[in-house]
């Protein structure tokens, strides 16, 4: 392989292993043509490599395909270079780029400058170099026609055989390997390299001292970072700093015992370059110290003078349904889960993929892609009975949210509509979002850090439910930041405790009994009852990738309670 003076060669996908299955789309033909795969068969490099079976028709329209790959480019490369073995068909071959802004790059082969690409006239095994810096065609986007950092997707193209402008039918088998670009910068600073753990399993059970082992290809060193018990809101403890070797492999030991028993998020920490990346591994100790653990003895300061009508500290087994009317918590959001937002499904507690455990005195919701299912707890159920409480009231709960991709932990409020939709009638509500948690950082990521939303809403209420819902928005303090209220540590961090209030005359928010905001209560607010929903959602407008952390995220709920009357 000739590299380019001056650069290095940054292997960006060898085939060997991927996170997710790979895929085709295709133009003006069925799916079922085309069907890509990692085999085992013919590698050029390693144990696998990526192959395709392919099947142009002879009528309509050109046909093309292509193979996308999910990439992360942070560092300008100059030239691309993957193996292709070649099956002689005469289809021409491409190669398409797409950038930071969603623009689209295709590009000419630097061998021949046929076709799309070039046209496999060949059999067995070639390396074809694409130029990105030559004048090339663009599309979509922002329209610049220059390569915005980062790439996000590398896609190879394959297009049918023609003959003077006469389609040929053609089938077969084509194979991808070792894609590679030539950069100015190393592989770390290059592509973006995140921080993996090998072991344990994110989101796996830890007691006493633990060895985490690290692979951060291009890194020198990472630190480690875990919140630790102690008065008040508790310390930001350093774990370590593990100086990693030259492949980036490396381990540290995490003593567990040390660190509160219950949930914990381990954040691995490094930077190189211009290059800097957090990892965050979510681990339940089953040792540890007890801290802040279950309800509080005292009622909260904001509940004064009202009288407690519900708690679940959840210690014993859970009680939820979709079916079961003697249940405590119903599944989805009523009526039916009709409305179930989430990009992996909420799914019913008797289901094979139930995303609801008990775990010591714990709730967990857990996100997983694997099974396909993320989870939604509603104090009201399908048939409009459950737990409710009407103004002058406090809801509140303690939990610990997940900073994985495309993960949306929420604790909301609605008014009661159940009782009138079981009667036939449509109403209107409100819905108070005490916290939306976004989770992703990284390029085209909400990057929320230690910020949150507080979201109110007039459903259904016309023209002057819209004017009441932008009022009330515009007097919160969105996004909340938790460290300007003097909370040291993110939602992903450690446990905090969630609390909206609702009076005749005001609606206040709290974290940690702090106010963080306030808004006159909406007109509907005042005359109906409440209900409260808990989810561990996806999606919420923003890309969901859960496989850095092997397809799976969790939300653990320490303890909801609800409380009513005159102040």
């Known amino acids: 392989m000739e590299v380019a003076l001056g650069a290095a060669a940054v292997m960006v996908q060898d085939f060997e292993k991927a996170s997710s299955q790979p895929n085709t789309w295709v133009v003006n033909i ?73 623009e689209t790059h295709q590009y000419r082969s630097l061998s021949t400058g046929q076709g799309q690409g070039g046209i496999i006239n060949f059999s067995g095994w070639k390396e074809v170099s694409f130029d990105l810096v ?47 670009v030539d950069s100015e910068t190393g ?11 090998v072991s344990p399993a994110y989101c796996s059970d830890v007691k006493g001292d633990t060895v985490v082992s690290l692979a951060a290809p291009g890194f020198k060193s990472v630190m480690v970072k875990c919140w630790k018990q102690g008065d008040g809101f508790g310390s ?40 800097k990346d957090n990892c965050y591994l979510q681990l339940y100790n089953q040792g540890g110290v007890s801290w802040n653990e279950g309800i509080p003895k005292e009622p909260p300061a904001a509940a004064h003078g009202m009288r407690l009508v519900f708690a679940d500290d959840f210690k014993g087994p859970l009680s939820i349904s979709s079916t079961d009317p003697k249940a405590t918590y119903y599944d989805h959001k009523p009526p039916g889960g009709w409305q179930d937002f989430s990009t992996l499904r ?21 996100a997983s892609e694997k099974a396909r299912s993320s989870g939604l707890i509603s104090s009201l159920k399908n048939d409009a009975t459950g737990i409710t409480a009407q103004a002058p009231c406090y809801f509140e709960c303690r939990f610990l949210g997940p900073n994985a991709i495309g993960t949306w932990p929420a604790f909301w409020l609605m008014t009661d509509y159940m ?79 969630y609390g909206c209030k609702i ?10 009994n702090i106010e963080v905001g306030r808004h006159p209560t909406l007109p509907l607010s005042k005359e109906k009852p409440f209900f409260f929903l808990l989810n561990l959602a996806t999606g919420g407008g923003w890309p969901v990738d859960l496989s850095r952390y092997d397809g799976v995220a969790d939300m653990y709920v320490d303890y909801v309670r609800v409380y009513q009357g005159k102040e």
């Open 346 to 366: 909420f799914t019913s507690f008797d289901k094979p993929n139930n995303p609801f455990s008990q775990v010591d005195s714990y709730l967990r919701i857990r």
């Open 236 to 275: 930001d403890s350093t774990v370590a700093t593990a100086a990693l070797d030259a492949q980036g492999k490396g381990a540290f030991l995490f003593p567990a015992d040390r660190y509160p028993h219950g949930p914990v998020t381990v954040r691995i920490s490094g930077e190189v370059g211009a290059v």
């Open 187 to 197: 592989a770390a600073e290059t592509l973006g390299v995140p921080i993996a753990v």
């Open 419 to 497: 009782t009138d939709h079981v009667k036939g009638r449509k109403v209107p509500c409100d819905e108070l979002d005490i916290i939306e948690a976004y989770g992703g950082e990284g390029h085209g990521h909400p990057n929320a850090f230690d910020t949150y939303m507080i979201c109110p809403h007039a459903w259904e209420q016309g023209e002057a439910g819209k004017a009441l819902e932008k009022r009330a928005f515009a007097a919160l303090r969105n996004p909340i930041r938790m460290g300007k209220f003097g909370i040291p540590a993110a939602w992903f961090e450690t446990f905090h405790i």
């Open 134 to 180: 030559a004048p090339h065609e663009t599309w979509g986007g922002d329209k610049n026609g220059k390569l915005d950092y980062p790439i996000t997707t590398i896609v190879f193209t394959v297009g049918q055989p023609t003959d003077n402008g006469k389609l040929l039918p053609a089938e077969g088998d084509l194979y991808f390997d070792s894609l590679i």
């Open 30 to 102: 069925p799916n079922e043509n085309a069907s890509v795969k990692l085999s085992i068969d013919q590698p050029h490099d390693g144990q696998q490599c990526l192959k395709l079976h392919y099947r142009f028709v002879g009528s309509g329209q050109f046909q093309y395909l292509g193979i996308p790959n999910k990439v992360n480019l942070q560092a300008p490369v100059h030239r691309l270079h993957f193996w292709l073995k070649g099956d002689n068909s005469r289809c021409s071959y491409g190669l398409q780029v797409s950038d930071a802004s969603g």
């Open 503 to 512: 009076t005749e005359a005001d609606t206040i928010y709290y974290c940690d």
